[in-house]
């Protein structure tokens, strides 16, 4: 699988990457834009892993890894966070 295959279809639109990309906010604020965000991501991250065949990876990684133009994804330390709660992810550090 290389690099292009991980990346799902959404990701050459535009206008829905956008939002992607940006800034995640509160839960409570808004439930499905925080869950949609983060489960896009953390599948993202997830199938990217594999085809990199690299699990370590640090948001600055990643953060280069998903770069699109002149955009950086916003809350990649969010999306981390999520998946190391619900054991989706395991630090370095606490191994």
């Known amino acids: 699988m290389n690099r292009k295959n991980y990346l799902p279809p959404i990701w050459y639109d535009d206008m829905q990457m956008a939002g992607?990309?940006?800034?995640?906010?509160?839960?409570?604020?808004?439930p499905y834009d925080y869950d949609r965000k983060v489960k896009f991501w953390s599948e993202t991250i997830s199938k990217s892993c594999h085809a990199e065949h690299d699990p370590l990876v640090t948001i600055d990684m990643l953060k280069k890894r998903f770069r699109?133009?002149?955009?950086?994804?916003?809350s990649l330390d969010i999306v981390v966070d999520n998946m190391h709660r619900f054991v989706e992810w395991i630090c370095c550090s606490v191994i």
Do not use: C, H, T, Y
């Open 20 to 30: 992607l990309m940006s800034m995640i906010k509160a839960r409570e604020v808004n």
């Open 68 to 74: 699109r133009g002149d955009q950086l994804p916003a």
